[in-house]
């Protein structure tokens, strides 16, 4: 029989005692006591605990079971605190709270490299000297026309992104790229705002360096004296300065944009223009000599010089500078109609003529001469 180390009851010897057997025999069928007897001295009587001692290991037992739990959370919560600890040591955006007044209460360690200052030191310092005045005001504008549907409804939860300058504890700017939510507390209210930053500094020197540069390439077009365009394949007008504006006689870019600039052109040269566009998205530099229709119905020689604009985004573009040439072409035509009309007159005359350029030798003659000395014209 093996041997339990448990307490089974508790035992009493009772020396020749006279006892009554019906009060025994209740008690026994009760369960309440367990008689042994040994002969002719005693009876052993044991009463059992086994009631008692299972309700109190059903306690023990619960109790062990809670403080398992309870090591177990907290484990759980020591490693999801080194994990988040790892997390923020080593993050780049930033993390951070704020009350509903605006009043930072939170700032990841993030915040440090790249601002230089210390989280606490960010939370002790009130909104107008983490902004610059600028981006201050962005921000209170952007709250202030949040605000009031944040408070009046529960489900209401925006989720809005600016891009904001922070100064920095050297005393120099850092720009970011927040986004900002709304937490709420278990009865739906507006509890705290969450911020996510990432510094965009770099993009944004980028953004402005390009803004300069297209500043100063369009101070430089909208003074230039020659008409400066951008037309797309279809020959549709995309862009004008001034100076070409005002040549084709509109009163604004608007007026002309996404017209196709045939409009503008003598029908004889339609086909020749088209040609020339199609040139020179093809990579080759093209000049042509066409006559334009102003929207006035003033009409000017125009020679145009065009070249592809390629972009590593969306269809190539022709840039074509075109100068007004009607004087030149005036002179040109009455030149040649008055060498016409002098040889007229020399062969009516039958008089000839010759220029003989002397720093050169070279000899240029007329045709009445040629036809004078019997000469073959070359």
């Given amino acids: 029989m093996a041997i339990s180390n448990q307490v089974l009851g508790t035992m009493a010897v009772v020396d020749r ?16 006591l367990a008689i042994l007897l040994v002969p002719a001295f005693f009876l052993l009587v044991v009463r059992p605990l086994t009631g008692q001692v299972s309700e109190r290991e ?53 915040a440090q490299k790249m601002r ?28 202030a026309s949040e605000l009031p549907r944040i408070m009046a409804d529960p489900n209401y939860g925006p989720r809005r992104t600016l891009e904001l ?36 500094t770099d993009r944004k020197r980028a953004e402005e360096a390009m803004r300069d540069s297209e500043r100063r390439l369009r101070t430089i077009i909208d003074a230039e004296p020659e008409c400066v365009k951008l037309i797309d394949a279809d020959c549709r007008l995309l862009d004008m300065n001034p100076s070409g504006l005002a040549m084709i006689e509109a009163e604004s870019a608007e007026q002309v944009k ?16 088209r040609a020339g566009v199609a040139a020179a998205l093809g990579g080759n530099s093209v000049t042509q000599t066409f006559e334009m ?8 020689w125009m020679e145009q010089s065009a070249v592809r604009l390629a972009y590593s985004k969306g269809p190539d573009q022709v840039l074509a500078i075109t100068r007004d040439v009607t004087d030149r072409k005036r002179s040109e035509d009455a030149l040649q109609q008055s060498a016409t009309m002098l040889e007229a007159a020399q062969r ?10 002397v720093a050169s030798g070279t000899w240029t003659s007329s045709g009445v001469l040629h036809d004078i000395f019997g000469i073959g014209r070359t």
């Avoid at 960010?122 to 504008?141: K, Y």
């Avoid at 017209?259 to 223009?273: F, G, K, M, N, T």
């Fill in 17 to 32: 005692l006279a006892i009554r057997p019906a009060a025994i025999e209740a008690l026994v069928d009760a369960g309440m």
């Fill in 58 to 110: 059903r306690s023990e037992l619960a109790l062990q079971a809670s403080e398992q739990r309870l090591l177990s959370s907290l484990q759980a919560t020591r490693a999801s605190e080194a994990r988040y600890r790892l997390l923020a040591d080593h993050m780049t955006d930033t993390i951070w709270l704020l009350d509903m007044n605006l009043n930072i209460t939170y700032a990841s360690p993030s």
């Fill in 116 to 143: 230089g200052y210390t989280p606490d030191e960010i939370i002790a310092m009130p909104l107008e000297q983490h902004l610059t005045a600028g981006s201050l005001q962005r921000a209170r504008e952007a709250f």
């Fill in 165 to 200: 300058e922070h100064w920095c504890k050297d005393g120099t700017t850092v720009w970011s790229e927040s986004t900002f939510s709304v937490i709420r507390d278990e009865n739906g209210n507006p509890a705290s705002i969450l911020g996510e930053s990432r510094e965009i």
């Fill in 258 to 273: 996404g017209r196709c600039v045939l409009d503008l052109i003598a029908p004889e040269y339609h086909a020749s223009y």
């Fill in 293 to 300: 229709v102003g929207l006035q119905g003033t009409r000017r």
């Fill in 348 to 357: 009516i005359g039958g008089l000839g003529s010759y220029v003989l350029d």
